[in-house]
T-cell receptor, first 113, second 117 residues
């Protein structure tokens, strides 16, 4: 059973560009969450998708947007990249329900130059 | 808003010694609590979770944690450290929401565990 997969593994962009990160959830999971982990920090919640809708959002600007597809996979889009967007972006999947554990993918390392 | 405090950004213990990583939460209602481990250049792996009345929770790799409501704590312990335990450990909380699709995790800043041979 494949776990959570993310692509690409690494990405280098320049300021002002746009980027799309992709996530496939663990089989049987219907909820996808995205987190940003800056170097030396804990993951910060960006947003969560369930039933193809954004259900909850963290303290991130509108430059960060997402989508969930009917097969539960998800994309994270970041527009007008800033140097401060350099981080590890983690996708986590879960089965909707209180207290359900989130399974994390290996992450996408984004570097903005 | 919920928050998590992990005391000690770096902890070093000798191989075979007790591991104790501290986590305190701030919430008016006892939340769901989780401990995750992150190895270099990898994602997060769940060690254990607290979601019910059982206050002592056993996880993988010999780790366990005790939920203490009076102290708002959820400290992680392991009786005997192994070299393979060297990693970054994160405590996290989520609300006891009633609506599905709203189980965001709020993480602490992490504790780096070093094992001394």
């Amino acid at each position: 059973d494949a776990g959570v997969t993310q692509s690409p593994t690494h990405l280098i962009k320049t300021r002002g560009q746009q980027v799309t990160l992709r996530c496939s959830p663990k089989s049987g999971h219907d909820t996808v969450s995205w987190y940003q982990q800056a170097l030396g920090q804990g993951p910060q919640f960006i947003f969560q998708y369930y039933e193809e809708e954004e259900r909850q959002r963290g303290n991130f600007p509108d430059r960060f947007s997402g989508h969930q597809f009917p097969n539960y996979s998800s994309e994270l889009n970041v527009n007008a990249l800033l140097l401060g967007d350099s981080a590890l972006y983690l996708c986590a999947s879960s089965l909707a329900g209180r207290g359900s554990e989130q399974f994390f993918g290996p992450g996408t390392r984004l570097t903005v130059l | 808003a919920q928050s998590v405090t992990q005391l000690g950004s770096h902890v070093s213990v000798s191989e075979g010694a007790l591991v104790l990583l501290r986590c305190n939460y701030s919430s008016s209602v006892p939340p769901y609590l989780f401990w995750y481990v992150q190895y270099p250049n990898q994602g997060l792996q769940l060690l254990l979770k607290y979601t019910s009345a059982a206050t002592l929770v056993k996880g993988i790799n010999g780790f366990e944690a005790e939920f203490k409501k009076s102290e708002t704590s959820f400290h992680l312990t392991k009786p005997s450290a192994h070299m393979s335990d060297a990693a970054e450990y994160f405590c996290a909380v989520s609300d006891r929401q009633r609506t599905v699709g709203n189980e965001k995790l709020t993480f602490g800043t992490g504790t780096r565990l070093t094992i001394i041979p």
